[in-house]
């Protein structure tokens, strides 16, 4: 695990992460600057526990980089991902733990950490923080609306397509002047199955489908181009004029395009977080 503590310079070298962000434009810049002060910045490697069962998180952050899963085990040992964190969003802002819950990462991860203590002190002093943090905990509630929806009402190729299709607003995607579109998929397809309550051999089965159906190209196993995306639309069980809601406050990224939000993280009021997933119990609906 790599930390960093200051920059050449000596300025904290949370303001050289958060410079410019789209959460510091939020809350304003005198909170970004004390917030800046107080932040420790480390990379993590994949699968890193950040926190488990029921221990309070200490700490507070924003993902820079990379992805983080929370997740749960039911008690014959099945892995439920309930939550995936993308770049700029806001992780352990949560006071209390969740018993049986873990929060780790998904892939090797860069975060900006605040000291809980400070956090709490800065949301308490300062009225701006406290509105980006009601917004970001009203998005949570609308993302688990639609989630609830989309894996209860939606069969397994239409969640996986509406899946791949949210997927351009969080993960490495590009369009192509052909109208086409390259998307890097940046998890595993294990945590994407686990995500989804499917199955790995469900998620095969269906890109395959989707690739014999003309839909997208399977170029290899974290890549896949977009060769019909209103006909993967159309797979996902959106209907004709339906607007899908904008991205969240992720900014765009050098080189990559940002695409709609679709159902798998859709709420119009928050940040994308992909999902947060209702407890699913017994079998999975494959």
Excluded at 71 to 99: C, K, M, T, W, Y
Excluded at 111 to 138: H, I, K, P, Q, S
Aim: proline content about 7%.
């Amino acid at each position: 695990m790599r930390s960093f503590g200051k920059t050449a310079r000596g300025a904290p070298a949370g303001a050289t992460y958060m410079a410019g962000s789209v959460f510091c434009a939020e809350i304003g810049e005198p909170a970004c600057r004390r917030l800046a002060e107080a932040a420790h910045v480390e990379t993590v490697p994949a699968d890193k526990v950040l926190w488990h069962d029921d221990a309070p998180p200490s700490a507070v952050g924003i993902v820079v980089s990379g992805y983080l899963r929370f997740q749960r085990h039911s008690r014959d040992g099945r892995r439920q991902i309930l939550n995936l964190a993308v770049p700029g969003d806001l992780f352990g802002q949560e006071s209390e733990g969740r018993n049986g819950y873990t929060l780790e990462s998904a892939t090797e991860a860069t975060l900006c950490r605040f000291d809980r203590r400070v956090f709490d002190r800065l949301v308490t002093e300062d009225g701006m923080l406290r509105r980006a943090l009601y917004r970001f905990n009203a998005g949570h509630l609308e993302r688990l609306r639609w989630l609830t929806w989309t894996i209860g009402a939606m069969r397994p190729d239409e969640r996986i397509a509406a899946f791949l299709l949210s997927a351009r607003s969080y993960m490495p995607y590009r369009a192509l002047p052909d109208g086409t579109g390259l998307i890097s998929l940046a998890v595993a397809r294990r945590d994407i199955a686990d995500l989804l309550a499917t199955s790995v051999e469900t998620i095969c089965r269906v890109f395959k489908a989707l690739e014999r159906d003309g839909l997208i190209r399977l170029l290899d196993p974290a890549h896949i181009l977009f060769l019909d995306i209103d006909a993967l639309a159309g797979r996902a069980g959106l209907t004709d004029g339906e607007e899908p809601c904008a991205p969240g406050p992720v900014g765009p990224k050098p080189g990559l395009a940002h695409g709609p939000m679709t159902l798998v993280n859709a709420s119009c009021a928050g940040e994308p977080l992909v999902s947060v997933l209702p407890a699913w119990r017994g079998r999975r609906p494959d």
